[in-house]
């Protein structure tokens, strides 16, 4: 509680907060979904308008667990990526992974993904439609109205893979009016940022906006990865011919570039963020032994890149008529993956293609009826395909070539709200899903071990070379290989290398019905009072072997009761949650044998866990120049059951666990633990004040802190891979001129430059007791214009 007490008289006395949007003489409002005061108010906290529901809604007559964050608070935040939205939602848990994936929990519900066979267990959506790539999460922080999250699965209006719940990214749309806007910063690490938007009325019924942007900035690790090279734009014509009828047709792109995300060995020292292509890294790895392949482990030469490209179109089309809405989303998205990354401490070499075409319509009844009814139909199809991906440890060797991937969804779904009185709402929906997988493909896997033990072989063994390039190998009747010893390296001493080619063919059927049971009372005008059972599902999938590799789909069942409040005359605002999730089959990849007895990495329903805890969200505009605000959560977190086997590859497995020796290697137990990516306390604090200059003009003071406690970011329960408890700050000082169009900011983020551990990676699976730490930003700061026409 000392630590929390530091974290509220920090925040306030410092000013460390960010304000919510709001109305009244403190300054413009933001655009974030907002519109004029609630209740009537003339000031006060502003109304924020959100579509989670497939609806527009007043948040605080939404009878759901929703954070909604504004297009102005994301842009003085300096969001560009998924990631950074952790220290905006304490519920919300993002971290970067291997090459540009990116790995989402929320309340302890969710997985790490770093192949093309996993999926995240929250599902991501741009402006309606589901994003099923977590490589393809990053191209559309720029020029948004709001970033909604919904915390807990969402299995009826949005379906698969929203186990643990969703995220609704959405773009500002055109407007009928000229306008637009220009804003520039620069930065330490030589960072600059560029975002511009054009809107234009082409018509009386037809209005475009063309947003732009580009991003850069220097390497955040001292060997010049984890930094920043990327441009895209969006394209977006609005056409209403008639007050029935509105048509939204999008299309956008993104490139990233650049050497990616970094990492740096753990034991190097993190706060000095050398990354593990250093000169300090390459030290400790010449002295890192790796026990079964008895020799040390070669520096890592410093190649990694990444070329990846997104775009998509997507349209959606309203007809409004005294029956009722219709609406239709069709969207088409591609991803082109090209990276190489060495930032979990060894080499992953990646080069795939993702199409995917989605349908989505529904009919909503008019709000005016005592029986309200949503119902609709969805259709997913996403092909993709892997020339290759090279996954080399110098110990082993992984190349999975020419795989082919293809998942076909359909589902049905409907929403009912029945009016029991003009105050008290009971809901009930239901979705049904079917979904067919496929996998196909080539894995080829190497292994290097030392014969004679590490004493004998030191010196003499040869680790793979740090090579992205496939070996060359001759494949037996038997389907054995025989790799060319000299295109990897000569073996002198009692030195085996083992291979397996392995052909994929794998396909699978899921089906399953999810609902939701909730009611709702107003039970003033300013206070909704919400309860609510929901179930969430996650499809199974595959992973490569020469056995069946096919894992159970995963569920979760939610409790929730919330009030959601405005008090003394629409200037408090206190919403208050508490939750109780049973999270079941949670799907867990790690270390095993097939029949064979070969090393694989399997996927498995491995996973039990419940989840609850409490959350107050409060906000008070104190003056009408002066707001503050809290968001605290509190999780209670415990894996129930987390047991698999492992096979003795170098001894016992590095684990925090209990292990025990069976004939085919360990058993690991990990049940009681605290699952990753699952603090017990996250806490948002913040200010915003207003100084009134006179004749209009002004200077808004923004800050926000966020903390959270010890919170674990891999899956072996290592002390290494733990993050303690920390405290980030973010400041930032705005001067608007009298007609409010230019702006003059100057900003600082992670005020203290405390270094964070987002994620981290063993560099081998066992024998090595070595972790890569993908880290948060250090401190940044600078500059930020902005011209608003």
């Known amino acids: 509680m000392k630590v929390m007490e530091r974290a509220s008289l920090f925040a306030l006395a410092a000013a460390l907060g960010s304000g919510q949007l709001w109305a009244g003489q403190a300054g413009d409002m933001p655009s974030g979904g907002s519109v004029a005061a609630a209740d009537g108010a003339s000031e006060g906290l502003a109304e924020i308008v959100v579509t989670a529901q497939r609806k527009s809604e007043n948040l605080q007559k939404a009878a759901i667990a929703i954070a909604s964050v504004g297009g102005d608070t994301l842009r003085s935040a300096g969001v560009v990526n998924p990631a950074q939205l952790t220290a905006l939602v304490p519920s919300l848990q993002v971290s970067n992974g ?22 995240s267990a929250i599902a991501f959506n741009y402006d309606g439609v589901y994003v099923a790539r977590p490589s393809s999460t990053s191209g559309f922080f720029y020029d948004l109205e709001r970033v909604e999250v919904l915390k807990g699965p969402q299995g009826t209006l949005y379906g698969r893979n929203a186990t643990g719940g969703a995220i609704n990214v959405l773009s500002r749309q055109p407007q009928f009016e000229w306008g637009g806007h220009a804003n520039a910063s620069y930065g330490n690490y030589d960072a600059v940022n560029l975002e511009g938007a054009i809107n234009a009325p082409l018509a009386p019924d037809l209005a475009v906006r063309l947003t732009g942007i580009y991003n850069r900035h220097d390497g955040y690790m001292k060997d010049g990865t984890d930094d920043q ?87 959606r089309i309203n007809y409004a008529t005294d029956f009722g809405t219709f609406t239709i989303i069709p969207a088409y998205r591609s991803s082109k993956l090209d990276y190489v990354t060495g930032n979990i401490g060894f080499f992953i070499l990646q080069k795939e293609k993702f199409r995917q075409q989605t349908l989505e319509a529904r009919y909503a009844s008019p709000d005016s009826l005592p029986v309200q009814a949503l119902v609709g139909g969805y259709y997913f199809r996403e092909r993709g395909r892997d020339p290759y991906n090279i996954i080399n440890n110098q110990f082993g060797f992984v190349d999975q070539f020419d795989q082919r991937y293809g998942t076909t969804s359909a589902a049905a779904f409907g929403r009912l709200t029945y009016a029991v009185t003009p105050d008290v709402h009971l809901t009930g929906g239901l979705r049904y899903t079917h979904e067919r997988k ?28 740090n090579t992205i390039v496939p070996p060359t190998v001759t494949v037996l009747p038997d389907t054995s290989v025989v790799p060319d010893f000299t295109s990897f390296g000569a073996f002198p001493f009692q030195v085996g290398q083992f291979g397996t080619l392995v052909a994929q063919d794998k396909s699978k059927s899921f089906n399953k019905v999810t609902w939701r049971a909730g009611a709702d009372w107003t039970v003033t005008p300013g206070s909704l009072l919400y309860v609510s059972y929901e179930t969430g599902y996650k499809s199974g999938g595959f992973y490569a072997t020469r056995d069946a590799g096919i894992y159970r789909p995963e569920t979760i069942r939610a409790w929730t009761i919330g009030s959601k409040n405005r008090f003394f005359g629409n200037r408090l605002q206190v919403n208050l949650e508490a939750f109780y999730w049973k999270y079941k089959d949670q799907q867990i990849s790690h270390l095993g044998v ?39 959560q509190y999780l209670s977190a415990k894996y129930d059951r987390f047991v698999y086997t492992t096979p003795a590859a170098g001894g016992t497995p590095q684990t925090g666990c209990a292990v025990s020796p069976i004939a085919t290697g360990f058993s ?14 996250s806490i948002n604090l913040g200010l915003t004040q207003t100084f009134e200059l006179g004749s209009g003009a002004k200077i808004v003071f923004d800050g926000r802190a966020h903390y959270q406690s010890r919170t674990l970011t891999s899956l072996e329960f290592l002390d290494q891979e733990y993050q303690d408890g920390y405290l980030l700050g973010d400041l930032q000082l705005t001067y608007h001129d009298p007609s409010d169009r230019f702006t003059v900011a100057g900003f600082v983020n992670n005020v203290g430059d405390k270094t964070v551990k987002g994620q981290t990676y063993l560099v081998t699976y066992a024998a090595v007791p070595t972790a890569s730490a993908i880290l948060r930003p250090p401190r940044t700061y600078g500059v930020r214009l902005g011209y608003n026409f």
Not at 452 to 463: N, R, S, T
Request: net charge negative; with cysteine; charged share 15%.
């Open 98 to 119: 291997n090459g540009a994936y990116a790995n989402f929990y929320i309340r302890g519900v969710g997985n790490f993904t770093g192949n093309a066979l996993t999926e």
């Open 229 to 315: 090279k990327e441009y895209g734009g969006r394209l977006q014509l609005r056409y209403e011919p008639t007050s029935e009828l509105s048509i939204l047709i999008g299309a956008d792109y993104f490139h990233q570039g650049g050497k990616g995300p970094g990492g740096t060995l753990v034991p190097t020292g993190i706060d000095k963020r050398y990354g593990n292509f250093s000169p300090q890294a390459d030290a400790y790895y010449a002295g890192l032994q790796h026990v079964v392949g008895g020799t040390t482990f070669s520096p890592l030469p410093n190649i990694q890149y990444q070329d990846n490209t997104y775009w998509g179109v997507n349209a």
């Open 438 to 465: 496929k996998y196909s493909g080539q894995t080829l896997a190497l292994t290097r071990v030392c014969l004679a033990g590490f004493a004998q072989c030191q010196g003499q063994a040869v680790p793979f070379p």
């Open 594 to 632: 097939d029949s064979a007895n070969a090393l694989i990495f399997p996927t498995e329903n491995i996973g039990r866990s419940t989840l609850k805890g409490v959350e107050a969200d409060i906000q008070y505009l104190l003056t009408p120049t002066t707001l503050l605000n809290a968001d605290i």
């Open 668 to 681: 690991v137990d990990c049940s009681g633990f605290r699952p990753p990516q699952s603090p017990a306390w």
